[in-house]
């Protein structure tokens, strides 16, 4: 019994390494190509990676400011870049642009994350035009060295919500994602 048991177990493993040295032939592919891409482009700024993802806080909304207003009040946000470098000309331009998921009901505006909150936020430049998403800003003169984009932004109510009187409470959040240019 005891022979039987070994020559089975032997068995088991001999198969096993036979399996084994198999797979290490098998996964033996001679080498696989990687390709690498990308692109080379004249951005004369960079943005400090601490300003990179920023949290706009726009802090507590009355429903009555919604309901009574055109909109809530405006909350100015930066985008700051550093260590611009035109060259001998000193300046350029830079064009911003903003993408997010969009309000079905006021269109250009972000919608909120939180489901049916009856409410969308609207983006605007520094002078106080509106910016609608997937629309580049006019261009913006910046110089060598360090430069502040500044932006506003404001919640306003969806027709919907704002007639029916049902702008959900509760907390929301929105993400775009902005893109510069340098024309």
């Known amino acids: 019994m005891k022979m039987k048991l070994f020559h089975y177990i032997s068995t088991l493993l001999s198969g096993g390494m036979l ?43 009355p429903n009555a400011d919604l309901y009574y207003n055109p909109h809530s009040r405006s909350f100015t946000f930066t985008i700051i870049l550093s260590g611009c470098d035109f060259g001998e000309a000193g300046e350029g331009t830079v064009t911003t642009r903003f993408e997010g998921n969009e309000s079905a009901e006021l269109p250009g505006y972000l919608a909120m994350s939180t489901a049916g909150t009856g409410a969308a ?18 261009p913006v003169h910046v110089s060598n060295g360090g430069n502040v984009l500044n932006f506003n932004a404001y919640v306003q109510a969806e027709p919907t919500a704002l007639a029916d009187r049902t702008v959900e409470l509760g907390d929301f959040t929105a993400t775009a994602t902005f893109f510069l240019d340098y024309p």
């Open 121 to 138: 936020i609207r983006i605007l430049t520094q002078q106080g035009a509106p910016l609608p998403l997937g629309q580049e800003s006019a």
């Open 19 to 61: 399996l084994f040295s198999s797979f290490a032939i098998s996964a033996d592919t001679g080498g696989t190509e990687m390709d690498f891409s990308g692109s080379l482009v004249a951005q004369p700024c960079w943005m400090n990676p601490e300003f990179a993802n920023r949290a706009v806080d726009m802090g507590e909304i």
